[in-house]
C-alpha cells in the first residue's frame, strides 16, 4: 500500500458530493489583511476559487463562512466581514451578499432565500466566543445553515474550532479543492518523497523548528540552515556570533540535531560566511566575513556569498525540496539577497519544492518565484503543525464523516 494512503486520514471531496440545489456551509481561510476598510492582499481570497467556482458551476447555493483578525468573541467595527465580501465579488465577478451575523433566524431566513448560484458571506465567526470554543450548540446553529459542510481553510485546519471541526459532526462534509491540494502535496514530502531530499530550513528561532526537524530528520538525505536559528548552531560549537539572535537554552537541542546527522551520515550544511550589519535596519553599515561566526558589536543578518553559492550546489541534484523559514531578514532589501538565491536555485533545480510557513511563502511571493515552486502552502502554522506530524483537527473531523 502506498504509505501516504495509511498515514493521510481518508476524507470525501467535494466531487463526491452532489451539489445542486443544495445550501453549501463552505469553511473557507479569508483572514484576509485589511488597510482603511480596504483587502490589501486578496491571495487567500484567490486561493478559494477553485472550490467557488465549482459550487456554482454545479448549481450550489453557496453560504461562506471564516474568521478575520482577532476579535476575541466580540463585535469589533473594522473587522467586518463587508471589505472581504466586496473583493470577492470583484474577483468573481459576481454579487455576494454579506449577513449581519453568522448565526441565528435572520441569517438562516437570509440563507434559506438563496437561489442556486448565489452566493451569501456571513458575519465574522470571531465575534462569537463559542466559535474558538468548538461550542456544540454553535455548531449546531451554523449547522442550520446548510445541506452540505465543505471545509477549505487550510489555513485554519489546526484549530478545533466550531466551523472547522465541530460543525462536521451536524452535516455531510467533504473536503474542498484547497485543503485536498495542501494535504496531497504536504503528504507527499512526508510521506513519499523523490530522492535525493534536502530540507531547507531558516527563520527565527530554533526553538519553533524542532518539532519539524524531529520528524523529518529521519526522512531527509541533507539538511541547509540558514536565518536566525543558525547562530544557535555556531554558538554551540563555540563559535562567537556578537549581537546576533541565540537561543541558549536550546544550545543542546542544537548539538543533538548535529549528532543525529552524523549517525545518519547525512549533510548538515551551515553557512560559511554571513552578511553582517551594525544594527538591523535598511541604512545599517554592512560587511562580509570570510567564515562562519559574527564579531563583537555586529549582527548576522544574512547569509553570504560563499555560502549561496555552497547551498545552490548542494540543491542541483535534488529530486524533492522542502523549505520552511527564509535565510535572512529578507523583508529588509540590502539582507535578502540570501533567501532570493536561494528561492532561484530550488526555482531552478527542477525539484519538487514545497515551501511553507507564513514568511516563506511571503518571501517567494516578493521575488516572483512563487508560480516556480510545486506548492506554496498557504497555511502558516497548519502547514507546520502537518509537518512535524501532528493530526489537524480540522482534517481529522472530515475524516470521522
Ligand atoms: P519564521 O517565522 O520562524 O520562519 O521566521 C521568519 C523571520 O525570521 C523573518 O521575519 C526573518 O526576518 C527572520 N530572520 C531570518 N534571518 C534572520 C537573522 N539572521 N536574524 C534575525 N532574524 C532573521
Given at each position: 500500500m502506498n504509505p501516504s494512503e495509511v498515514e493521510t486520514p481518508p476524507f470525501r471531496t467535494i466531487?463526491?458530493?452532489?451539489?445542486?440545489g443544495k445550501r453549501l456551509l463552505i469553511r473557507v481561510d479569508f483572514n484576509v489583511p485589511l488597510k482603511e476598510g480596504k483587502v490589501t492582499d486578496t491571495t487567500r481570497i484567490t486561493a478559494s476559487l477553485p472550490t467557488l467556482r465549482y459550487a456554482l458551476e454545479k448549481k450550489a447555493k453557496l453560504i461562506l463562512m471564516s474568521h478575520l483578525g482577532r476579535p476575541d468573541g466580540k463585535v469589533v467595527e473594522n473587522l467586518r466581514m463587508k471589505p472581504v465580501g466586496e473583493a470577492l465579488s470583484r474577483i468573481l465577478g459576481l454579487p455576494v451578499q454579506t449577513a449581519?451575523?453568522?448565526?441565528g433566524p435572520e441569517v438562516e431566513a437570509q440563507a434559506a432565500r438563496l437561489q442556486p448560484g448565489q452566493i451569501l458571506l456571513l458575519e465574522n465567526?470571531?465575534?462569537?466566543?463559542e466559535e474558538e470554543k468548538n461550542d456544540p450548540q454553535f455548531s449546531k446553529a451554523l449547522a442550520r445553515l446548510g445541506d452540505l459542510y465543505i471545509n477549505d481553510a487550510f489555513g485554519t485546519a489546526h484549530r478545533a474550532h466550531a466551523s472547522t471541526a465541530g460543525v462536521a459532526e451536524f452535516l455531510p462534509a467533504a473536503a474542498g479543492f484547497l485543503l485536498q491540494s495542501e494535504l496531497e502535496a504536504l503528504g507527499k514530502v512526508l510521506h513519499n518523497p523523490q530522492r535525493p531530499y534536502w530540507l531547507i530550513l531558516g527563520g527565527a528561532k530554533v526553538s519553533d523548528k524542532i518539532k519539524l526537524i524531529d520528524n523529518l530528520i529521519d526522512k531527509v538525505n541533507g539538511i541547509l540552515i540558514g536565518g536566525g536559528m543558525q547562530y544557535t548552531f555556531f554558538v554551540a560549537q563555540g563559535i562567537g556570533v556578537g549581537n546576533s539572535p541565540v537561543e541558549k537554552d536550546h544550545l543542546s537541542t542544537a548539538r543533538q540535531v548535529v549528532a543525529k546527522t552524523q549517525q545518519r551520515g547525512i549533510p548538515l550544511l551551515l553557512p560559511l560566511d554571513h552578511v553582517i550589519?551594525?544594527?538591523?535596519?535598511?541604512d545599517a553599515q554592512v560587511k562580509i566575513t570570510d567564515r562562519p561566526g559574527v564579531p563583537d558589536g555586529w549582527e548576522g543578518v544574512d547569509i553570504g556569498p560563499k555560502t549561496r553559492e555552497a547551498f545552490a550546489k548542494a540543491l542541483q541534484g535534488a529530486r524533492t525540496i522542502l523549505w520552511n523559514g527564509p535565510?535572512?531578514?529578507?523583508?529588509?532589501e540590502p539582507f535578502s539577497k540570501g533567501t532570493r538565491a536561494v528561492a532561484e536555485a530550488v526555482a531552478n533545480c527542477g525539484a519538487v519544492s514545497v515551501v511553507g510557513g507564513g514568511d516563506t511563502t511571503a518571501a517567494v511571493t516578493k521575488f516572483g518565484l512563487a508560480d516556480r515552486m510545486t506548492h506554496v502552502s498557504t497555511g502558516g502554522g497548519a502547514s507546520l503543525e502537518f509537518l512535524e506530524g501532528r493530526e489537524l483537527p480540522g482534517v481529522v473531523a472530515l475524516a470521522k464523516r
Open positions: 466531487r463526491q458530493l452532489d451539489l445542486e449581519t451575523d453568522c448565526v465567526l470571531r465575534f462569537h466566543p550589519a551594525d544594527k538591523v535596519a535598511p535565510l535572512g531578514i529578507f523583508e529588509m
